[in-house]
């Protein structure tokens, strides 16, 4: 049982800074510091996200 919740514990912390690093990374492509071809690849799609919630959708793209 404890194993299960510090596993759910984990989880989620890491869910978070999956979408902290989404928006660090939208961050750098809105200024022009990056391209959706530099994020890597486990997090582009909440990258992508990201920018069309700031409507840079034309950002999103490859």
């Given at each position: 049982?404890?194993?299960?919740?510090?596993?759910?514990?984990?989880?989620?912390?890491?869910?978070?800074?999956?979408?902290?690093?989404?928006?660090?990374?939208?961050?750098?492509?809105?200024?022009?510091?990056?391209?959706?071809?530099?994020?890597?690849?486990?997090?582009r799609?909440?990258?992508?996200?990201?920018?069309?919630?700031?409507?840079?959708?034309?950002?999103?793209?490859?």
């Open positions: 049982m404890m194993r299960m919740l510090l596993w759910l514990v984990i989880k989620f912390m890491c869910q978070g800074e999956v979408r902290d690093m989404a928006v660090v990374y939208a961050t750098l492509i809105v200024k022009g510091k990056k391209t959706i071809g530099d994020v890597p690849e486990r997090i799609e909440q990258v992508r996200q990201v920018l069309i919630d700031l409507d840079c959708p034309e950002l999103a793209g490859e």
